[in-house]
């Protein structure tokens, strides 16, 4: 049978790029003749990720859609040329199948694809969706959402698992994953992660909590992903906390950093939320707080829902969220009862594979 090439659409942060390469690793298992191709953005994140993976790609001038003249006129700029780039991509490439994972760099990606007759699959990785998610649906053959839908009805054909990596599931026992990371193997730690890019106010409340509360800290370490900008500032202040840390600004191999965790802090992306739940880690959500729709909050519900998660809002200023989510996490370190009855829901509730899931549905039944 011939080889295939499949091409995927999407980037910007590692919420796009990660479920990408999820189901690229599981397309290949299927089908080892198939070759995967990404269509990323010219965010360094999207190369860093994709070079990492071994995975081919090419990034795309597309830009984020704005109402404001002079960025509109970019933005259409980049559109008209990121779809010509996609085009001469897919025709060099022989693309017959185009895996859209949403976002600013899709929806050009896709206009080329339909143009070039080749089939398109969305796959939704927000409730609710976004703008050009909304756009690509109407023009694609294939909705997949990976995530629950409320107030969406017929928005997606199917409901599958959220695409997970291989490297975002712990791969060894707790001791050995710390080893790994730098982190005494013995010492019970907290994981702090903004997800691909960090985030500042997590950066800053953490820090600054720890350094108010030296004795909640005494028998825990932190490893913390603060990302590429914030790396060296969190670990001066931790220093001048005199708390025990690893900090780096990016992990590629998830699974460590999980599997290290007694206790999680987090952002509350739809990747993020996954890979906690698989790995079975208790987990403090704080939701990203500018977006109008509030979807991280969302994606963290089901797993609060069976008793593995808590959300709080990030209020942002350090100070109020020293004041308000200090004294949970605090309680959450202390209460080993509470961690391991949180460990043992989300266990008894293991999600589903979905990176196979999507890999099964795009090569068809007779190559999967």
Same mark, same amino acid.
């Given at each position: 049978? %011939?080889?295939?090439?499949?091409?995927?659409?999407?980037?910007?942060?590692?919420?796009?790029?990660?479920?990408?390469?999820?189901? =690229?690793?599981?397309?290949?298992?299927?089908?080892?003749?198939?070759?995967?191709?990404? &269509?990323?953005?010219?965010? =360094?994140?999207?190369?860093?990720? *994709?070079?990492? &993976?071994?995975?081919?790609?090419?990034?795309?001038?597309?830009?984020?859609?704005?109402?404001?003249?002079?960025?509109l006129l970019r933005f259409l700029g980049n559109y008209r040329r990121t779809k010509r780039t996609a085009g001469e991509l897919i025709e060099r490439e022989n693309v017959n199948d185009v895996i859209s994972l949403g976002g600013f760099v899709s929806a050009p990606v896709v206009a080329a694809a339909k143009a070039s007759g080749a089939?398109?699959? *969305?796959?939704?990785?927000?409730?609710?969706?976004?703008?050009?998610?909304?756009?690509? =649906?109407?023009?694609?053959?294939?909705?997949?959402?990976?995530?629950? *839908?409320?107030?969406?009805?017929?928005?997606?054909? /199917?409901?599958?698992?959220?695409?997970?990596?291989?490297?975002?599931?712990?791969s060894c026992d707790q001791a050995t994953c710390r080893e790994? *990371?730098?982190?005494?193997? =013995?010492?019970?730690?907290?994981?702090?992660?903004?997800?691909?890019?960090? %985030?500042?106010?997590?950066?800053?409340?953490?820090?600054?909590?720890?350094?108010? /509360?030296?004795?909640a800290f005494a028998q825990? /370490?932190?490893?913390?992903? &603060?990302g590429r900008s914030s790396a060296d500032e969190v670990r001066r202040a931790y220093g001048e906390a005199t708390v025990s840390a690893v900090v780096e600004s990016f992990q590629n191999c998830m699974g460590l950093a999980w599997g290290a965790a007694d206790l999680a802090l987090s952002r509350a992306g739809a990747s993020s939320v996954a890979e906690a739940w698989a790995n079975a880690v208790p987990t403090i959500f704080m939701p990203y707080p500018y977006h109008t729709d509030l979807h991280q909050r969302r994606n963290a519900e089901p797993m609060a829902a069976i008793g593995g998660a808590i959300i709080e809002t990030d209020r942002i200023d350090a100070a109020r969220n020293v004041a308000d989510v200090g004294p949970i996490l605090a309680a959450m370190m202390e209460d080993v009862a509470r961690r391991d009855a949180m460990r043992a829901a989300l266990r008894t509730h293991e999600p589903a594979d979905g990176a196979k899931e999507i890999a099964q549905i795009v090569l068809g039944p007779e190559r999967s």
């Open positions: 049978m %011939a080889a295939r090439t499949l091409l995927f659409a999407g980037g910007g942060s590692g919420g796009h790029i990660s479920p990408g390469l999820a189901i =690229a690793e599981r397309l290949v298992e299927l089908d080892p003749t198939v070759r995967c191709v990404f &269509a990323c953005s010219e965010r =360094a994140i999207d190369a860093a990720m *994709l070079s990492e &993976a071994g995975v081919a790609y090419e990034r795309m001038p597309a830009s984020v859609f704005s109402a404001r003249p002079l960025p089939t398109v699959t *969305l796959v939704n990785l927000d409730d609710p969706p976004g703008k050009a998610n909304r756009w690509i =649906a109407r023009r694609c053959d294939r909705v997949l959402s990976a995530i629950e *839908l409320r107030g969406v009805g017929g928005f997606a054909h /199917q409901r599958v698992g959220m695409p997970i990596r291989r490297n975002s599931v712990a790994r *990371l730098g982190l005494d193997p =013995a010492k019970r730690t907290l994981l702090v992660t903004g997800a691909s890019q960090g %985030a500042g106010s997590i950066n800053r409340f953490v820090p600054d909590f720890a350094a108010g /509360q030296p004795g825990w /370490q932190v490893y913390h992903l &603060a």
